[in-house]
């Protein structure tokens, strides 16, 4: 019942930053809390950031606290995360993810996006 699509992905070298993009459509009203998530080679899935919808609450992996920062704006359904002094650590796919499960920190999320690739080069 909602629809997620990444933007903004591509190849940045080591030190830079980029800023990914989440575009949701679909039942959004139903919307509690959004997040990111990144899938390195070989790796599993791990969490990368989250943001409550109302009050726009966050939470972030030890990772990329200080480096990264999540976002929404709330007019255009859409959630961001804005990665400054990016690592060849961070090369991965990124994904949007979203919950209609009310608590925080999510531990649960309901739809994802199809990914975004991001590649730092060193």
């Known amino acids: 019942q909602v629809q997620l699509v990444e933007s903004g992905g591509g190849l940045v070298q080591a030190g830079g930053s980029l800023r990914l993009s989440c575009a949701a459509s679909?039942?959004?009203?139903?919307?509690?809390?959004m997040g990111w998530f990144r899938q390195a080679p070989g790796k599993e899935r791990e969490y990368v950031a989250t943001i409550r919808w109302s009050d726009r609450s966050t939470n972030y992996a030890n990772s990329v606290k200080g480096r990264f920062t999540i976002s929404r704006d709330s007019a255009k359904n859409t959630v961001y995360l804005q990665m400054n002094s990016l690592k060849s650590e961070d090369t991965a796919v990124y994904y949007c993810?979203?919950?209609?499960?009310?608590?925080?920190?999510?531990?649960?999320?309901?739809?994802w996006g199809q990914g975004t690739q991001v590649t730092v080069s060193s």
């Open positions: 993810a979203g919950t209609t499960t009310r608590s925080f920190p999510p531990v649960e999320y309901g739809y």
């Open positions: 679909g039942r959004t009203f139903s919307n509690y809390a």
